[in-house]
Structure formats: C-alpha cells, structure tokens
C-alpha cells in the first residue's frame, strides 16, 4: 500500500484514513487534469528559478503531459491507499522519474494546490455553464420572434390580468439569463486569480515567482496575500455557486410555468409524446416530468451558496479540513446545472404553442385595460374611462371586439428582443475566456 504523503513511522489507524479520506478520492477524479495542469505551471516556474534543471523540466513535463491525457480521457485512477489526486499525481512521477518526482513540491502545499486546482475546474465549468446558457438563450429567442404575435393571458395573483404574448413569455426568460450570466460572469472575475505560491496559506521562503504562474495559467492576476488565498476558499466556491443559482432561479421559474401552461385546465402549450412520460394506472397521461425534476434540481441548487456558507461561514482564518467536505457540494453541482440547462434547450425547441387561447370567453375581461385606453384615447380621462369601464363589467355588459384589440395592445409592441440581444453578447464577450485557453493550451504544448 503506498505511503501518505506526510506518513513517517506511525500507520494511521484504518478508521480514521477512512473517515478523513471519505469521498474525496472520488471528488479530486473531477481536479485531476487541472491538478495536472497547475503543477505543469509551477514546475516550469521551479526552473525559472533554479529548483528543477532544465533536463528535469523536461522529463516532468513530458511525464505531467501524459498524465493529462489519461486523465482527460476518464483513465485516470486513485489507487487504494492513495490519499488525493495530488498524492497520486507525486506518485507516479516518482515512480517513473525517481528523485525528480520527488522535487516537484518545493515551494508548495496540497492547500494553495487544491486551490488552484478548484480555480481551473471552476473556470474550465464556468466556460462550459456559459456556452450552454448561451444556447438556451438563442432558443428562447428564436421562439420569442417566432410567436411574437401570438396572444397569451397575463397573470396577476394567478389571475387572468392583461393580454400577453409568447414573444413576451419566451423573452423574459432570455433576458433573466442576460442578468444571471452578468452576475457568472463577476463570479468568474474572482474566481480568476491565482492562489499558486501562497502554499500552506503563509507563501514559501523560496523565491517563487507567482506573476510567472499567474501568466503560464492565463489567469487575470493573483491573490497576492497568501492569507486571503487560503481564506478565498469557501468564499470563491459560495460566489460561483451563488451565480449558479441565479440561472437555477430562472430555470426552475421557467420549469414551472411550463408544467402549469402545459396542463390541460390551461392548455398553452404542448410537449412532443416522446418527451413526456406515462402512469402505470392512468393510459392516458403525458406528464412534464423533465419540466418537474429540472425543478425540483434546480430548487436544490439553490440552497448550494447556504450549503457552502454553513460549512465555512465559522471558520478562522488558515486552512481546515472542514473545506475538503465543499467539495462534495460543489463540483458534482456543475453537471446538475448542466444537464438542466441542456434539457430546458430541447424542450423548449419541440414545445408547440396554442394560438387560439384568448378565443375561450373565459379570458374576455382580459382586455378591460384595453377598453379603458380606447376611451381614454378619444379625450375621457383615464380614471372616468376606468369606472366606465368597470361599472360595464359588473351590470355584464362589458364587451369588446378583440380582433381590433389585438392590433395596438402593449403586449406585442412591448417586445424588445433586439437590444437584449446585444446586451446578451456584451456579457459573452467581458469574460474573456480566450487567454486562460491559450494558455493552458501553450501549457500542454498543443
Ligand atoms: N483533500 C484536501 C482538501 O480538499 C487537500 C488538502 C489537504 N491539506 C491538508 N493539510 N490536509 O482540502
């Protein structure tokens, strides 16, 4: 069985390996390449400054090189007994370079190394959570313009209020995601600094060079006192999972809705059969369970920014091991998210929408609004056109020709999809995901 890293001569006792090991083996799987990729930066950095020679580097990183590809490719493996990526990425180093494996962790510690392996992730997820969001918003857009005209009712306190629209429906939801990729986009901003070199969390007496490492990783600078770089651990983590939940919020809206309009009691839209699922009693049913589970996992990934709060929230500054359980919160949280975001794509792509709703005279009064601003419009002051109006309905002899209505009601000529649009596309283009790609490419040599 391999030794721990930090093992002298006392065995720890097999409980409590397995109580502090838990389930990190298993969640350091998702840092592996960017484990990889931090110590590639740092063993360059390492002969920059005379702790590797150059024939070391070069053996190392060849060696580092590999490693990623295996890892990429889901090969790589923690072995028994093996404490954390970390410890395996030593261990096979050594076991393939001897002494030179061994040099690697001058100047460092598996705490600034764990957090720069959580950055890369975190940033590498954030791209991917972008990329996706991005093509929701396209759908909804694309189906905003589609079905701009169409008429739908408005609700106030769940009842009928005022005529609206699919555009207006379907582009609502693509501007909410404008605001939560804004709000993504200033997590990725803090998560974007370099904590390499602050080591156990009090920096080295060797003369490291953390610009070196910040640029080699194509991050936007560093976390220059290595107190903060240790205590930016949880604190990071709570502000992307925060951002997370700010796009969940909009998904799981979005979720209800469409189960709600979706029912036959309001019949707005429908779903293909093929995207629905059945009753083992009831022959009939086509349930929205993808609309109802995206909910339900998007509501749960809104208590993710208290999860992480409640862990470290009463922690002093310095590292602790409570940090470690984060993890198990935080990283499996990004394909939740991401398999959210890809169905609400699919769905909303095959949704077929009724274009005869308003017709039901159940929604007439729904254009009461409309009945005031025509006579307010011919010279009546709005307030006496709103008794009017008003005092009609309830003697019952409220109606309207609604096909003049649909001509001139707020609900179509209030769509704005072209300047959310661009909004959407200024937030795209502020991250600036472009270097930190570069570089990590340059990095493994591609
Ligand atoms: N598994 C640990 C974590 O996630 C790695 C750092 C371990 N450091 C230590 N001093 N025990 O926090």
Redesign the pocket.
């Known amino acids: 069985m391999a030794q721990k890293l930090?093992e002298k001569n006392i065995q720890v006792d097999r409980d409590i390996e397995k109580f502090t090991v838990g389930r990190?083996r298993e969640?350091?799987l998702y840092l592996a390449p960017y484990d990889v990729l931090g110590s590639l930066a740092h063993i360059t950095m390492l002969e920059s400054i005379g702790l590797l020679t150059r024939e070391e580097l070069d053996m190392l990183t060849v060696e580092l090189r590999n490693i990623y590809d295996v890892a990429v490719q889901g090969r790589f493996v923690i072995e028994d007994g093996v404490?954390?990526v970390?410890s395996q990425v030593e261990l096979m180093l050594t076991r393939k370079l001897g002494d030179t494996g061994k040099k690697i962790h001058s100047g460092r510690?598996?705490?600034d190394?764990?957090l720069v392996d959580l950055k890369l992730f975190t940033r590498a997820r954030i791209q991917e959570i972008t990329t996706l969001t991005s093509s929701l918003f396209d759908v909804l857009i694309t189906q905003s313009e589609k079905y701009k005209n169409v008429l739908m009712p408005g609700y106030t306190h769940l009842q009928i209020a005022m005529p609206s629209s699919f555009g207006l429906w379907f582009g609502a939801y693509a501007e909410s995601l404008v605001d939560d990729l804004t709000v993504l986009q200033a997590a990725y901003k803090v998560c974007n600094r370099n904590p390499l070199g602050s080591a156990?969390g009090y920096g080295s007496s060797f003369p490291l060079n953390r610009e070196m490492t910040t640029r080699l990783l194509g991050f936007d600078s560093m976390d220059y006192n290595v107190i903060y770089a240790q205590m930016g651990?949880g604190k990071t983590e709570r502000i992307v999972a925060s951002a997370m939940a700010s796009i969940a919020g909009t998904l799981s809206k979005l979720a209800f809705d469409a189960c709600m309009f979706s029912s036959q009691n309001f019949g707005f839209i429908s779903l293909p059969a093929e995207y629905t699922t059945g009753s083992s009693i009831m022959p009939h049913k086509k349930n929205p369970d993808v609309f109802e589970l995206t909910r339900a996992k998007c509501n749960k990934l809104q208590a993710l920014p208290y999860e992480i709060t409640l862990i470290s929230n009463n922690l002093p500054s310095g590292?602790f091991?409570d940090?470690?359980i984060i993890?198990e919160a935080f990283l499996p949280a990004f394909d939740t998210l991401k398999e959210c975001l890809i169905m609400a794509t699919r769905m909303l792509t095959h949704v077929t929408i009724n274009d005869h709703i308003l017709d039901d005279d159940k929604y007439k009064l729904i254009f009461s609004v409309e009945e005031v601003n025509r006579l307010t419009l011919e010279g009546i002051p709005f307030r006496d056109a709103y008794k009017k109006v008003g005092l009609d309905i309830e003697a019952g002899k409220f109606e309207t020709d609604k096909k003049v209505h649909h001509t001139h009601e707020g609900s179509i000529g209030n769509l704005c999809n072209e300047p959310v649009k661009l909004l959407m596309q200024h937030v795209i283009d502020g991250y600036g995901f472009e270097k930190a790609n570069s570089a990590e490419l340059r990095l493994l040599g591609q």
Do not use: F, I, P, T
């Open positions: 930090w990190d969640m350091d404490e954390d970390h510690s598996r705490n190394q764990v156990a651990r590292y091991r940090l470690q993890k």
